[in-house]
């Protein structure tokens, strides 16, 4: 019995994409001209989790770290938001979690704490579900991750990105991209989060009644209008683009996003040719 874990993990390591990911079989969630969207199965999550508590610990300067190796309330917003579910925590609603994850009332959480923490509360715990986007254009990629990077956009609007994966620079990705065929082509990908429907399989799927369009115009309207008010515009907006997240609707999609000018201009454009109807 002893020897299982650690022959599982081998095994796992040796068969998953880069070691962790468990790519679902069948058709894409997406293809087009330059990406293509693949859901998996992060079957690494928890050794994911405890990274980033460490991270957060050993950043922690005074503030978020109580002691050696756990974090109070501070450090723990701190690694939620980039985990992408940060921005849903008002200060009532994250107050009321903390008296429930801090079971000890102790004002700290550990990294066992934190691990147990995620699986339950993200990942219902099960295998986190994922989704990679791999690009083939090297511009797009980064428009992709800076439009993030760069305009602190808030998870309760935007699907953030959990890692991102250049092959130019990245040997193991691109070691990994050699042995699959149907992705060689890729050299680009962004790992997020996986949604639970895009709009357009929502209205065909569930048939919404008027004041649950109503609900979703709201949620789609501030999500645009959080964009604006960081100076961006997406520039590739449909039906496709919008994803239920948490709940919530969310925009996913930034490699046709552009910055505002502020310039006294009659018109603004995306990055690249656009399908975008809303």
Same mark, same amino acid.
């Given at each position: 019995?002893?020897?299982?874990?650690?022959?599982?993990?081998?095994?796992?390591?040796?068969?998953?994409?880069?070691?962790?990911?468990?790519?679902?079989?069948?058709?894409?969630?997406?293809?087009?001209?330059?990406?293509?969207?693949?859901?998996?199965?992060?079957?690494?999550?928890?050794?994911?989790?405890?990274?980033?508590?460490?991270?957060?610990? *050993?950043?922690?300067?005074?503030?978020?770290?109580?002691?050696?190796?756990?974090?109070?309330?501070?450090?723990?917003?701190?690694?939620?938001?980039?985990?992408?579910?940060?921005?849903?925590?008002?200060?009532?609603?994250?107050?009321?979690?903390?008296?429930?994850?801090?079971?000890?009332?102790?004002? *700290?959480?550990?990294?066992?704490?934190?691990?147990?923490?995620?699986?339950?509360?993200?990942?219902?715990?099960?295998?986190?579900?994922?989704?990679?986007?791999?690009?083939?254009?090297?511009?797009?990629?980064?428009?992709?991750?800076?439009?993030?990077?760069?305009?602190?956009?808030?998870?309760?609007?935007?699907?953030?990105?959990?890692?991102?994966?250049?092959?130019?620079?990245?040997?193991?990705?691109?070691?990994?991209?050699?042995?699959?065929?149907?992705?060689?082509?890729?050299?680009?990908?962004?790992?997020?989060?996986?949604?639970?429907?895009?709009?357009?399989?929502?209205?065909?799927?569930?048939?919404?009644?008027?004041?649950?369009?109503?609900?979703?115009?709201?949620?789609?309207?501030?999500?645009?209008?959080?964009?604006?008010?960081?100076?961006?515009?997406?520039?590739?907006?449909?039906?496709?683009?919008?994803?239920?997240?948490?709940?919530?609707?969310?925009?996913?999609?930034?490699?046709?996003?552009?910055?505002?000018?502020?310039?006294?201009?009659?018109?603004?454009?995306?990055?690249?040719?656009?399908?975008?109807?809303?």
């Amino acid at each position: 019995d002893q020897a299982v874990p650690p022959v599982k993990k081998a095994l796992q390591k040796r068969l998953h994409f880069l070691g962790r990911f468990e790519l679902a079989a069948g058709p894409p969630v997406h293809k087009s001209a330059t990406c293509v969207v693949i859901k998996a199965l992060d079957m690494g999550a928890e050794e994911e989790y405890a990274r980033r508590f460490r991270d957060t610990v *050993a950043a922690a300067n005074g503030e978020g770290k109580v002691a050696d190796n756990c974090i109070d309330q501070a450090g723990l917003r701190t690694v939620r938001q980039e985990l992408g579910v940060g921005g849903m925590d008002d200060d009532q609603l994250f107050a009321e979690r903390w008296a429930r994850w801090d079971a000890d009332g102790n004002g *700290a959480i550990s990294e066992a704490e934190f691990v147990a923490l995620c699986k339950r509360e993200l990942d219902n715990n099960q295998p986190r579900q994922v989704v990679f986007k791999f690009m083939k254009e090297k511009d797009q990629f980064q428009r992709e991750v800076r439009s993030r990077a760069q305009n602190d956009l808030d998870p309760r609007y935007v699907v953030g990105v959990l890692e991102t994966y250049d092959g130019d620079t990245d040997d193991a990705f691109r070691a990994a991209l050699d042995g699959r065929a149907e992705l060689c082509e890729y050299k680009y990908a962004v790992l997020m989060p996986c949604a639970d429907r895009n709009l357009d399989a929502i209205f065909r799927s569930e048939r919404p009644g008027m004041s649950e369009i109503r609900a979703l115009a709201r949620q789609l309207a501030e999500a645009i209008q959080h964009l604006h008010q960081k100076g961006l515009i997406h520039g590739d907006l449909k039906l496709p683009n919008v994803v239920r997240c948490n709940g919530a609707l969310c925009i996913v999609d930034f490699d046709a996003s552009a910055r505002i000018s502020t310039e006294d201009v009659k018109f603004f454009v995306g990055a690249k040719f656009s399908s975008g109807v809303l």
